[in-house]
């Protein structure tokens, strides 16, 4: 049972990461158009910014 | 004439280090071609540092470096990519929405963290407990359950907690206040339990029930964005912008809310004013039929004063920008619809009626499993515990989806329908209609005008009299012209202020006007006779003179609704503030029996609040400044898009085009909408209730009460869906 105690911080310390994945993608405006994001991923000639 | 600038700076921000911003609504975008082509195109400007595209919302954000671009630089751009753009300003209420909305979707992201991890801890629970777990482990994987859903529930729970918590200061229950209730004793109910090395912690249950219900929850709220930002461009691409004199013979072309009162601004013929105020110069006629109902032109002269929405006709104004005070038959309107809002019965929405019959109820079982459990010689420890497992197993998990999802698919496939919706109860309101009254004006009929004897007219002369209709900015010369799909204008026509325009083909000179101005007054009275209501516009070429008669048409499908209602069992009735003849005529034309013409905004009320009386639950379909009262006063409310800004802003709902089809649309949308609900809400209490006995008996695991939850949860979302599709199968009306 020893290896719980590798096993279960590791879990947490995954899902929290993806927690903050996430969070950060929505404070980045990845989720303000999400029409537009379905549109660019297969479009070829992504215009340059700036 | 004066050539006027166009002065857009109202609608740059600074947003610092030397940069400025700008929001464009764009029309006609929906591939990723337009969106590539639109970027590309705007960041070709040097100075240009950020050109987005968002084709959710259909805008695209700029931002730019340095004074030295000019924001109309990128509408003309636009223009050549064949894109018509407008500055936009995001009101206030949306960018409030969009917030919230980003706040709900944390919220989830924190509870759906929770909950797989809590999930992930609970599994090896509920199996190892009829397997070999040592009861240490279990109370480490409690205690680790706890850490992740303490926390999660105090972040993510915020929304119901605060809607729970206002519902409470005001003495009353919504659906919220069970749900926070069941919240909370769960999770105090889990910690003590944990603390106690007991068998059973409910973490699991709370933090799922929070994340379901946040499902639902930014389900609404963005179809409801969505619908308010397809608004909010709609208002932005009809352009408000007046022109004002900002010198003593220089004039710019501002946006509305740029403009104050005491301002002078310009009104040419054939443009609509978009301010409130009095006549200081010139003469004209003026079509107030968005703000009265009444079609006949009014004559403006030096005093006359013109609201928002009038249509000039004739001849250049200028008017002085009234303040709000100065307004007498707009302070009239305004009285009158804080009457109506203020006795606007509060409706009770379907969701919070349900919570007032449940919560009681379900709090009420619970109390009586506790009593009845001490009564029968239980501690009162085991007895609050299955207390606690009955308000757990009858928490409304499924009952606070039961709605939400409905009004979700609902409200998408309304909008595809071309109905926006305003408010968020409207749906229940709607399908309870069974007595509409319509508006005549710009509601039955067309906004625009329109020639209705087209077709009696020879082919090349009416090309020839489009194009000289062209030259005039008269509105019946801008119906010609539309009649005659007209692209280009006949060179060198001159109009004459009043009378119409004339030019010359091949030497033979052409004129199109009031019947005097072309010599065709003979003809204009055999005519008249036989059509009272039409205005009659005169062409004449060399010596042949022709007559196209120019009306506000019904719409296109308005005699087929008319059925549609009577199929439905609707009662309908016809309240304008137009002639009696009109109405009279188009009353006949549609086979409506009850009509009343000549109706004055409180006269409408009046009736409103009398079949109101009888039991009638009424649905006002108007477009006026003089219906903005009766829109609030009735059960529910529509408007269509030409509509001016106050009855849109008061009306339930908006429909887009031409067509009367929405109101059929909506109707039928939101019958069987409400049917999905109420079976939702049966299917949610049902399924509860089956597992209810178990609660009582003290028998409920943590897993039962975690299947019946997620079980009941996917049951109403399913049977949302339906509310797609209309129960005929069919599509819906057109």
Redesign the interface.
Do not use: H, K, Y
């Given at each position: 049972?020893e290896v719980m105690i590798i096993l279960?911080p590791l879990?947490?310390g995954l899902?929290?990461v993806?927690?903050l994945a996430?969070?950060w993608s929505?404070k980045s405006g990845q989720?303000?158009?999400?029409?537009?994001a379905a549109?660019?991923a297969?479009?070829d000639?992504?215009?340059?910014?700036? | 004439m004066m050539q006027a600038t166009r002065d857009f700076s109202h609608f740059v921000k600074d947003v610092g280090a030397g940069l400025q911003h700008i929001d464009l609504a764009v029309e006609g975008v929906n591939?990723?071609?337009c969106?590539?082509k639109i970027?590309?195109g705007l960041?070709a400007f040097p100075d240009?540092?950020?050109?987005?595209?968002?084709?959710?919302?259909r805008r695209v954000a700029l931002e730019w470096r340095g004074q030295a671009l000019d924001p109309s630089n990128f509408i003309d751009r636009l223009a050549e990519l064949g894109y018509k753009a407008y500055p936009f300003r995001p009101a206030d209420a949306e960018t409030a929405e969009a917030a919230q909305s980003?706040f709900l979707?944390?919220c989830l992201?924190?509870a759906a963290?929770a909950t797989?991890?809590v999930m992930?801890l609970s599994v090896p629970v509920w199996s190892g407990s009829v397997g070999d777990m040592l009861p240490e482990?279990r109370d480490f994987f409690h205690w680790?359950s706890a850490l992740?859903a303490l926390p999660a529930a105090a972040y993510a729970g915020q929304p119901f907690f605060r809607s729970a918590y206002r519902a409470l200061r005001a003495r009353s229950v919504n659906m919220d206040v069970p749900i926070s209730v069941g919240v909370l004793l769960a999770l105090g109910m889990s910690l003590v339990e944990t603390a106690n090395h007991a068998e059973h912690a409910y973490f699991d249950a709370a933090i799922m029930l929070l994340t379901f219900l946040l499902v639902g929850r930014y389900l609404d709220q963005s179809m409801r964005r969505k619908t308010r930002a397809v608004a909010g461009n709609l208002a932005a691409l009809k352009s408000e912008t007046a022109t004002k004199f900002v010198g003593a013979n220089e004039i710019a072309e501002v946006p509305v809310a740029a403009i104050d009162p005491g301002d002078v601004v310009l009104l040419r013929p054939g443009e609509r004013c978009a301010v409130d105020g009095t006549v200081i110069d010139g003469r004209s006629e003026i079509d107030q039929s968005l703000i009265t109902g009444e079609t006949t032109y009014a004559r403006a002269e030096s005093g006359t004063a013109v609201y928002a929405g009038t249509l000039n006709i004739s001849g250049t104004l200028r008017l002085r920008v009234s303040a709000a005070s100065e307004r007498t038959l707009l302070s009239e309107i305004t009285r009158l619809l804080d009457n109506a809002l203020q006795a606007r019965s509060r409706y009770v929405r379907l969701a919070d009626r349900a919570s007032r019959l449940y919560a009681p109820l379900v709090h009420a079982a619970a109390l009586l499993t506790v009593i009845g459990w001490v009564l029968a010689g239980a501690g009162w420890h085991d007895a609050i515990v299955t207390g606690i497992a009955v308000l757990i197993i009858t928490c409304p998990c499924a009952l606070g989806l039961a709605i939400p999802t409905v009004q979700t698919v609902a409200s998408g496939a309304m909008f595809k329908a071309g109905i926006l919706l305003n408010s968020g109860d409207a749906i229940e309101r709607v399908a309870e209609v069974d007595y509409v009254i319509f508006d005549k004006t710009g509601t039955l009929t067309l906004p625009d005008l329109e020639v209705v004897n087209a077709s009696e007219i020879p082919d090349p002369v009416l090309r020839l009299a489009g194009q000289l209709a062209l030259a005039s900015h008269h509105p019946a010369a801008a119906a010609v012209a539309r009649a005659a799909n007209a692209k280009a204008p006949l060179a060198g026509a001159v109009e004459e202020p009043g009378q119409g325009v004339r030019g010359a083909v091949g030497g033979v000179e052409v004129r199109l006007g009031r019947p005097s101005f072309c010599d065709a007054e003979p003809l204009a009275i055999a005519r008249a006779s036989g059509d009272p209501e039409a205005s009659l516009v005169a062409f004449r070429l060399g010596d042949t003179r022709h007559l196209f008669c120019v009306h506000q048409a019904l719409r296109p499908d308005a005699r087929a609704m008319v059925s549609e209602l009577a199929h439905r069992n609707i009662g309908m009735e016809i309240l304008s503030g137009d002639r009696e003849q009109v109405v009279r005529s188009a009353a006949r034309a549609l086979g409506v029996t009850q009509w009343r013409a000549g109706v004055k905004p409180q006269e409408k009320i009046a009736r409103i609040e009398q079949l109101k009386r009888s039991g009638y639950k009424v649905m006002m379909v108007g477009d006026g400044l003089n219906d903005a009262p009766s829109l609030a006063a009735a059960h529910v409310s529509m408007s269509p898009i030409s509509a001016t800004h106050l009855s849109q802003a008061t009306a339930d709902l908006v429909f887009l085009g031409r067509s009367l089809a929405p109101v059929i649309g909506a109707i039928d949308f939101s019958r069987r909408a409400l049917r999905l609900m109420q079976q939702n809400i049966w299917l949610a209490v049902g399924y509860n209730m089956l597992a209810v006995p178990l609660a009582v008996g003290g028998l409920v695991t943590p897993l039962i009460a975690a299947a019946a939850m997620s079980g009941s949860s996917l049951l109403v979302m399913l049977n949302a869906l339906r509310g797609g599709r209309l129960p005929n199968g069919g599509t819906p009306w057109k």
């Open positions: 049972m279960v879990a947490l899902g929290l993806g927690l996430f969070l929505l989720f303000d158009d999400l029409e537009g549109w660019r297969i479009s000639d992504e215009p340059s910014a700036g | 591939c990723a071609g969106m590539s970027e590309r960041s240009v540092t950020l050109a987005r595209m968002n084709l959710t919302d980003r979707l944390r992201g924190v963290f797989m991890n992930m482990q680790l992740i």
